[in-house]
């Protein structure tokens, strides 16, 4: 199994330590980040509240800009500190990578 290091030496879990989406106050949910992304982080943290300002506003604001049926997520990189949108294109995209806890064992 892979360790998530960060250069200091102290792991990051997506377990623990979960922020606060600054839009909707709601805990973000950790997700791992694609291969194929030059992401240097194992996961992000994404606030997949359907109900958050920030993605409810970002349909409007496309359709009404480029009359695309896409929105943003908030997301906040753990190793960098770093936010900003992750797109997407309906609510159920992406959910397939966000990291549940193996129950069990
Ligand atoms: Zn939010």
Redesign the pocket.
Known sequence: METNQTENGKELSPFENAPE??????K?LPWKTPDMTNWTSKFVWV?F?DE????KRGWKWMEEKYSKHVSY??KLDPETGETGPLPVWSEDALREGIITKKTGS
């Open positions: 989406c600054p839009r909707c106050n709601k973000m606030c509240n958050c300002d920030y993605f997520r908030h």
